[in-house]
Each structure stands twice: as C-alpha cells, then as structure tokens.
C-alpha cells in the first residue's frame, strides 16, 4: 500500500541497506538522509502507529523507535 508521503520519501532514492544496519552497525548514513527529507514525521508517525520494529524510519533508529511505540502504547493505558 503505497501513500502520497512514500512517494516523497528520500529513503525510495537512497540504498535501502542503509536504512537496515546490522547488529552493531550505524544508523547514522540513514539518519542524515532522513535529516533532509521533507516527509520524516509522516514517515515517523507511520512507523509508530503501524508498530515498526526494524529499520530506520523517520529519522530515527530500531531502539528509539522501540522506545516511542512503547511510550505510545503507555499513553493509550
């Protein structure tokens, strides 16, 4: 399912490899892609509501991301 922020998404253009690292590896090459990107919180809330547990999504890396979805599910207690 493909939405109109996708579209606009800079990550579509980039290696999708970055955007995955590996036990231990980086999330920053990612990160400064998302840091240009002009749909990142579409991008972030998508990865939140939709429960995301891998990647590099809204500019943000597996265990913050982890962190948000966990305080998300804190608030709806």
């Known amino acids: ?13 980039t290696d999708p490899e970055a955007f995955h690292p590996r036990p231990g ?12 990107c002009s749909v990142r919180p579409e991008c972030l809330e998508y990865a939140i509501s ?3 547990r891998f990647g590099v999504w809204g500019g943000v890396s597996q265990q913050e991301l982890r962190r948000l979805v966990q305080a998300r599910h804190g608030e709806a207690a």
């Open 1 to 13: 399912m493909n939405s109109s922020w996708e579209d606009d998404a800079l990550c579509a253009q």
């Open 25 to 36: 590896g980086t999330s920053r090459p990612a990160k400064k892609v998302c840091d240009r």
């Open 50 to 52: 939709s429960e995301q």
